[in-house]
């Protein structure tokens, strides 16, 4: 039998489109690593390069974005559009000290809002798909719930954000794969037989009998091929792109090659590297003070990496339309 890895590149290929370069999620499983600053700095960056750019602050149980951006009591919030109390999306977006920054405010101050319902988050995706934005990007709350991983799973475009620091990186591998894992039930979940197979293999502990994917895909064989075929497209959908945050030293910027070898060695997956952010002591003490921070600190370190991560992600991803203005029109 053919291995894992033999197969994916038969398959290989990723279907590209508006959505795909459209959404972009920051996730990373561990709370204070820096994913809600990420979401901010890379979309200043973003936006001030020239690229309408939409912030949704995804955190239902912990939102904060708010206040980042120096909106003390949002007028208008994600709850307000989930209950209903607004008829489209538009009506709760905010604007932001940037230029071509909106914001949608988070919303946890309704009981059971950290768990929306199904239809609920569909309706919002539906809505979120038509505003007006060349770039929308979700900022996710810490943990695994199915809200933030689900959320996570429906942008294209998944960032990790994890820091040097060991919990950090235990994190974010748990968080990718209860992120795996979860793509696998939705794509499976009808079928008893998978169900299980995919069950004792996100259950079980290193050296059992199915203690990684490449093993669950070899379990599949049993079922038949058009199972593994669907599993290696579940894989493939999957791209995750790693941010490594608050970067100290020169050991500290390769921290991502012990996610990215283990995410390959047990999930199958080949994570990318977005970029290095260092650790900005500006920025640690600007916390209270962001909008000026935005407007007057544009040189300090965390800026000028955004800068850099935000040109390349405009060179890599986005399409010809929303392409970076010359260098000569820039002002940074
Ligand atoms: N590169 C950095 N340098 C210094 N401090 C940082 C950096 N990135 C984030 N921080 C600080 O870490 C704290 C947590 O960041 P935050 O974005 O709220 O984390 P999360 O959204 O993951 O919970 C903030 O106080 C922020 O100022
Ligand atoms: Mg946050």
């Known amino acids: 039998m053919e291995s894992l890895g033999a197969v994916r590149k038969i398959i290989g290929g990723y279907y590209m489109d508006e959505i795909k370069n459209k959404f972009w999620a920051v996730g990373g499983g561990k709370g204070g690593v820096g994913k809600s600053i990420v979401s901010l700095l890379l979309g200043t960056s973003l936006a001030r390069l020239g690229n309408k750019v939409m912030l949704v602050d995804a955190d239902l149980g912990g939102s904060n974005l708010h206040t980042l951006v120096g909106i003390r009591y949002p007028k208008h919030t994600l709850a307000d559009f989930i209950n209903k109390r607004v ?8 604007e932001t000290p ?3 920054l909106k914001i949608i405010c988070g919303a946890d101050d309704i009981l059971g809002m950290a768990n929306p319902k199904y239809t ?9 798909k038509r505003l007006d934005a060349d770039l929308i990007l979700l900022d996710l709350g ?6 933030t ?5 429906y942008a294209p475009n998944k960032i990790v954000v994890l820091t040097p620091q060991i919990t950090s990186i235990q994190n974010a591998y748990g968080f990718i794969k209860a992120s795996l894992y979860r793509q696998l039930n939705e794509t499976f979940g009808k079928d008893e037989n998978a169900a299980e197979l995919i069950k004792r293999a996100g259950n079980s502990v290193q050296g059992e009998a199915i203690d990684s994917i490449s093993k669950l895909y070899d379990s599949f064989n049993a079922l038949g091929e058009e199972y593994q075929q669907k599993m290696l497209q579940c894989i493939d959908n999957i791209k995750i792109k790693l941010i490594v945050n608050m970067v100290k030293d020169a050991k500290e910027r390769n921290v991502g090659n012990i996610v990215k070898s283990v995410a390959k060695n047990y999930l199958a997956l080949n994570l990318e590297d977005l970029g290095v952010v260092q650790y900005d002591n500006v920025l640690g003490s600007s916390i209270n003070n962001m909008a000026e921070f935005l407007t007057k600190r544009r040189d300090s370190l965390a800026s000028v990496n955004f800068y850099e991560m935000a040109s ?21």
Request: proline fraction near 6%; hydrophobic fraction near 40%; glycine fraction near 2%.
């Open 142 to 147: 810490a943990g695994t719930s199915f809200t």
């Open 149 to 153: 991983v689900d959320f996570f799973l």
């Open 120 to 128: 609920q988050k569909t309706r919002l995706f539906n809505h979120l």
């Open 312 to 332: 390349n992600i405009i060179k890599n991803y986005l399409k010809p339309a929303t392409a970076c203005p010359p260098v000569s029109s820039v002002n940074r």
């Open 87 to 94: 008829e489209t999306i538009d009506e709760v977006v905010m």
């Open 98 to 100: 940037v230029e071509n």
